[in-house]
């Protein structure tokens, strides 16, 4: 059994991990941190867990990796930056579910995080952990930078135009809508059930954060410098992230082209599903699991193509691609654990 621990166990993504790993048959969790819970018993905290984990939270120190083979880092942003460099000093290895070693640049990270990155050395180990795109990078990485859930649907639903000269590289408008459970467990005024329910809001608008790592890994992809314009949007639901991408064609292309290219390039992807065409993605058929479903469209008289990608966000958009992350790292099936169908209904 590979020993396992998450710190930051009791957020969202924390509380997830856990679910997923208690019933994962090749992993053991041997530690769960938490600030605010220390010293409580899991089950106590969080009901949902009773007879399923018999533990109880403990403060994070730097000896929190000590009795792990692998260690989920699900902390605030730039709160990990500059624990992994200790935790990576024995046979651990970590998943950072935060943003700081997403950006491969430190000058792209503080313009977007308005912090230095003071870890420029362990911040050239970072794997980005999409395995659709960097499958064999993280079966050796040390470190994996796991992405955010808007750039994971964002990203695979462009993934495969841009390698083609099908499109206008610098028509992107990708506008996505998450659900409350994407802002954190910590009380906002802005999630709270008053202001957020029977409401859609943008926000973000030119500035989200995101921005930046979409860029980064379409760029890579591209061969060249490629700026989306990118529209979050927070919608009255607990999880559940869907974007609809919009890019121009430069060519006449039909949607049955679209269709055959899409299946062949994800053909061998175990969570990625590509609908038939009509079909648009829906949050509903992915909540609770670590698929990603894409809905293909061609507006012929506008000459765009128009891509629908659902995602539960914090499953693929957080937990569940962590735990993919670690069954690669791990040299066994990546499905492992994860492959349970959606709950709808």
């Known amino acids: 059994m590979v020993k396992v621990g ?175 459970s994407g802002a954190g467990r910590k009380p906002s005024l802005t999630t709270q059930f008053a202001e957020c329910n029977e409401a859609v809001s943008a926000y973000g608008l030119a500035t989200h954060r995101h921005t930046p790592e979409i860029e980064q890994e379409i760029s890579t992809l591209a061969g060249r410098e490629v700026c989306i314009t990118f529209s979050p949007h927070l919608m009255p639901m607990t999880r559940g992230l869907l974007s609809t991408v919009y890019i121009n064609l430069v060519r006449d292309l039909t949607l049955g082209e679209l269709d055959r290219y899409y299946r062949e390039i994800y053909k061998n992807e175990p969570f990625v599903r590509i609908l038939n065409p009509g079909a648009f993605a829906n949050t509903h058929y992915v909540a609770h699991s670590n698929y990603c479903d894409i809905g293909l469209q061609i507006d012929v008289r506008n000459r765009r193509i128009i891509l629908t990608s659902a995602i539960d966000n914090l499953v693929k958009g957080a937990a569940g691609q962590a735990v993919q992350n670690m069954n690669l790292m791990l040299g066994i099936d990546e499905t492992t654990g994860l492959d349970s169908p959606g709950l709808f209904p």
């Open 6 to 180: 998450i710190a930051g166990a009791s957020g969202y993504t924390g509380l997830e991990l856990i679910r997923l790993l208690v019933k994962h048959p090749e992993a053991q969790i041997t530690a769960l941190t938490s600030e605010t819970y220390q010293g409580q018993r899991v089950a106590d905290v969080f009901p949902s867990l009773a007879g399923s984990i018999d533990r109880d939270f403990s403060s994070l120190d730097p000896s929190a990796a000590e009795d792990c083979d692998i260690l989920f880092l699900a902390l605030p942003h730039t709160t990990a930056m500059n624990l992994v460099p200790g935790f990576l000093k024995g046979n651990c290895r970590v998943i950072d579910l935060s943003a700081d070693f997403r950006l491969k640049s430190p000058q792209v990270f503080e313009t977007w995080y308005s912090v230095p990155h003071n870890q420029r050395e362990t911040l050239s180990q970072a794997v980005y952990g999409l395995p659709e795109l960097h499958r064999e990078q993280i079966r050796k990485a040390r470190l994996i930078a796991n992405p955010g859930c808007y750039p994971t649907s964002v990203i695979l639903a462009l993934a495969p135009l841009m390698t083609t000269d099908w499109v206008d590289l610098g028509s992107i408008v990708a506008d996505s809508k998450s659900g409350v």
